[in-house]
């Protein structure tokens, strides 16, 4: 019987393409020598972190979903574990893994990141609405 | 022959009568109402789990938000794993 798991991973804000990739490598290394399958891998941007974590107001956010059969999921999330621990330290601040019912959808909603810019309609907006709360105060 | 004794009631008696007789509307759960919003409630979407926490960051009690117990279970367990990935505040004093 499949398995299916997601990883959300919280990484440093200054992490470069090659690391990410470097990252994507790793896991994709562990799932085949376990015999898993890649269902997705996610860079969700750039966000503000509700508090500092490891002194770090930003972070990048990456979110992998993942199948295997159920004899070797234990093994598969020791050593995902222990990659976090031990070889991406510097890399990866949190992760959470998180176990998906079968029947369920693979859409999620996820907040908008730092990165996805809004339009300059937006930005006027934004301008005229602080323009008139300062008059108000004033 | 006894006298009726009538005794005088104070007007902060008379107030919490009144509002005993008073109909207020119950709070209903909106997750009951509309099935469809369950699947909103996952700590992935933290825009959708602001809304059932105070300004400080505390988890809103369900006589204040409505939720029924099953969903106002699922509700904070889900804030809390949110809590853990920094997409949800613990306090609203951290920086």
Same mark, same amino acid.
């Not at chain 1, 376990?34 to 972190?49: M, P, Q, T, V």
């Not at chain 1, 998180?98 to 809004?118: A, I, M």
């Given at each position: ?14 992490? /470069? +393409?090659? $690391?990410?990739?470097?990252?994507? +490598? ?20 750039? &966000?503000?972190?509700?508090? %500092?974590?490891?002194?770090? $107001? &930003? ?11 159920? @004899? ?17 330290? /510097?890399?990866?601040? %949190? ?13 999620? +909603? ?5 990165? $996805?810019?809004?339009? @300059? @309609? ?6 005229? $609405? /602080? ?8 | 022959?006894?006298? #009726? ?6 007007? =902060?008696?008379?107030?919490? #009568? ?22 909103? !409630?996952?700590? #992935? ?10 300004? =400080? ?6 006589? !204040? ?13 889900? !804030?809390?794993?949110? =809590? ?12």
């Amino acid at each position: 019987m499949l398995c299916k798991y997601e990883i959300l991973i919280l990484t440093i804000s200054a992490i /470069t +393409k090659d $690391e990410q990739e470097q990252l994507k +490598k790793y896991f994709l290394k562990i799932l085949k020598d376990e015999n898993g399958n890649l269902i997705s891998f996610d860079r969700w941007g750039k &966000y503000r972190l509700a508090y %500092k974590v490891q002194q770090n $107001e &930003y972070g990048i956010y990456f979110l992998m979903r993942f199948s295997v059969a159920q @004899e070797n999921c234990f093994k598969i999330i020791n050593k995902f574990k222990e990659s976090f621990a031990i070889n991406f330290s /510097t890399l990866v601040m %949190k992760y959470l893994i998180q176990k998906l019912d079968s029947f369920d959808s693979l859409d999620y +909603k996820r907040p908008n990141s730092l990165e $996805e810019v809004s339009s @300059e @309609e937006d930005i006027d907006k934004i301008i005229k $609405e /602080t323009e008139i709360d300062i008059i108000k105060n004033a | 022959m006894s006298k #009726k004794i009538k005794l005088k009631i104070s007007s =902060r008696l008379l107030r919490k #009568k009144l509002k005993k007789n008073v109909a207020t509307s119950a709070k209903q759960c909106r997750f009951l109402n509309n099935p469809e919003l369950v699947k909103d !409630i996952d700590y #992935k979407n933290s825009e959708f789990l602001a809304k059932f926490i105070t300004e =400080r960051g505390k988890i809103l009690p369900a006589r !204040i938000s409505g939720n029924s117990t099953k969903y106002q279970r699922l509700v904070s367990k889900e !804030i809390k794993k949110a =809590r853990i990935m920094a997409l949800l505040p613990y306090t609203a004093f951290s920086y």
